[in-house]
């Protein structure tokens, strides 16, 4: 039996009364996921759970069945293990986006641009390398990763410090959180000397010529220690792949113990390489049990409040990514569920931690047909609620037990 995991990140969201009170999933044409729906079973998991952040560290982690409750400590440790970069028990790990601030009325910065423009990884590589050439020392050390997404790690504990992600408070004065590094003097040092290099840099220059929004400053956050997890093996028996382009999701397969396949040309965004992936999947269902495909651009886009993009973006992860994947592995014996990690919505701009739906298709049951889409209102009237992501892994591996 095959297992498969594809993730449409953020895809959940609220009626919009431009779709005619309809959501951006439901307004989508996505004929795969609802004959995958139609032909499946409708389930609503809560992958966030209750005094947790909703972000796609907590919900991805539920996703792969494991319990935030006993294994989260942060989301940059698991950005580390997906660099290869090992946590000493003495070291935090921070997730450092490259962003542009501006100023504003009375002295605020406001948060311009959470990804500096979608920035390039040729680009974010430069800067990211002339940071950690004039401020990395024994303490300090800058990682560069993909686009606007890098990682830095600090030796020594971090208190009386609550960062929060740039993408909530795009628009916003930031002030505020900028002014509690005042009690890390080290930290507010390191962040004012970076913005001073990455201003002064080529690159910076070269995008403003172009009309393009500079990477004028690093946001630390997600900060955490280095977790300790059972692999999919020990905790489901199960061997596993696990496909995406966001160092995020890597991390965890890595704690995990999957296989992480690296596709080239794969973004993180509405340009990525979808065939890449579907290839990248097929082969590694020849020698896995079970693999994960996550697409990030619904949730980028919704970050970026952009309602056709990411009409676009749902469209795309059903026709490029659903649509073949499912009809390549009619060859096995198979279980596949079409999820999202948490809701996005294009108004909010943010992370919302409602239940999302699932739909969970089994192979030898093409007979049936109830006539349900995969829609955040159709998994809510019609689907059964899954506890947390130990149930869901028990559901999807067909067990009445795991572990």
Not at 42 to 71: I, K, M, W
Request: net charge negative; with cysteine.
């Amino acid at each position: 039996m095959k297992y498969i995991i594809l993730v449409g990140d953020g895809m959940g969201d609220y009626p919009v009364a431009e779709l005619n009170n309809k959501t951006p999933l439901e307004f989508a044409d996505t004929p795969a996921m609802d004959s995958i729906a139609s032909q499946g079973d409708l389930f609503l998991l809560q992958t966030v759970p209750e005094g947790y952040p909703p972000g796609s560290d907590v919900a991805n982690l539920s996703l792969l069945g494991y319990q935030p409750e006993l294994f989260y400590t942060g989301r940059s440790p698991l950005e580390a293990a997906s660099m290869n970069v090992g946590l000493g028990d003495d070291e935090v790990a921070f997730r450092c986006n490259l962003v542009t601030l501006e100023d504003g009325p009375n002295h605020g910065i406001f948060m311009k641009d959470y990804s500096a423009g979608h920035i390039s990884t040729a680009e974010a590589s430069e800067l990211i390398g002339a940071l950690a050439a004039e401020l990395n020392d024994d303490t300090i050390h800058f990682h560069p990763g993909v686009s606007y997404r890098h990682l830095m790690v600090r030796k020594g504990a971090v208190e009386n410090l609550d960062t929060v992600p740039p993408h909530d408070h795009i628009g916003a004065d930031v002030s505020i959180f900028l002014q509690q590094y005042q009690n890390l003097p080290d930290l507010n040092a390191l962040m004012e000397k970076a913005a001073v290099i990455l201003t002064d840099h080529r690159v910076n220059k070269e995008r403003i010529e172009k009309g393009l929004n500079p990477a004028n400053a690093i946001w630390l956050w997600g900060e955490g220690k280095a977790p300790s997890m059972p692999t999919l093996t020990d905790q489901f028996g199960v061997s596993g792949a696990l496909i995406s382009a966001v160092d995020l999701l890597k991390g965890i397969g890595v704690y995990a113990g999957m296989e992480i396949v690296n596709v080239p040309g794969a973004t993180g965004y509405l340009d990525t390489n979808y065939q890449g992936k579907v290839e990248a999947a097929l082969d590694m269902l020849k020698e896995k049990d079970l693999v994960l495909v996550h697409v990030e651009a619904p949730d980028e886009t919704a970050h970026q409040g952009l309602l056709k993009e990411k009409i676009r973006a749902i469209e795309d992860f059903d026709r490029f990514i659903v649509k073949p994947i499912f009809e390549a592995a009619s060859q096995y014996d198979f279980r596949l569920a079409i999820t999202m990690d948490h809701y996005t919505p294009v108004e909010l701009r943010t992370h919302v931690a409602l239940p999302v739906p699932i739909a969970i298709y089994a192979s030898g049951h093409e007979e049936k047909k109830s006539g349900h889409c995969y829609t955040e209102k159709d998994a809510n009237k019609h689907g059964s609620v899954l506890a947390n992501g130990s149930e869901f892994m028990k559901t999807l591996l067909n067990r009445e037990e795991i572990g």
